[in-house]
Nanobody
Framework: VQLQASGGGLVQAGGSLRLSCAAS????????TGWFRQAPGQEREFVAA????????YYTDSVKGRFTISGDNAKNTVYLVMNSLRPEDTAVYYC???????????????????WGQGTLVTVSS
């Protein structure tokens, strides 16, 4: 599976962005797909995930109510819509995917085998 993340950019606080993660080589319908982010000098952290088989979306507490993860099976693409962005959301955002991620491990980066290259989101105050 190859993942291509896009959609990052510079936005003012309170603004919105939509990130996209397009997959090739295997459809998302057999995968769990997550978004992670890594700010300078910090460890990579979980942001959101979607489980295609059986449904289910998951968010870290700091983005609940502001970010929405969704998928388009026909386009084999997962989206992360980010609203009410804050300066602390500034990071490189990565999408990741794996067919074997379970409920108990969906927030762990080590659970995901396939990773995209990252897209930079910068939120100015």
């Amino acid at each position: 599976v190859q993942l291509q993340a896009s959609g990052g950019g510079l936005v003012q606080a309170g603004g919105s962005l939509r990130l996209s993660c397009a997959a090739s080589g295997r459809t998302f319908s057999s995968q769990t797909t997550g978004w992670f982010r890594q700010a300078p000098g910090q460890e990579r952290e979980f942001v959101a995930a979607i489980r295609w088989n059986g449904g289910g979306t998951y968010y870290t507490d700091s983005v609940k109510g502001r970010f929405t993860i969704s998928g388009d099976n026909a386009k084999n693409t997962v989206y992360l819509v980010m609203n009410s962005l804050r300066p602390e959301d500034t990071a490189v955002y990565y999408c990741a995917s794996d067919p074997a991620v379970g409920l108990s491990t969906v927030r762990l980066s080590r659970s995901y085998k396939y990773w995209g290259q990252g897209t930079l989101v910068t939120v100015s105050s």
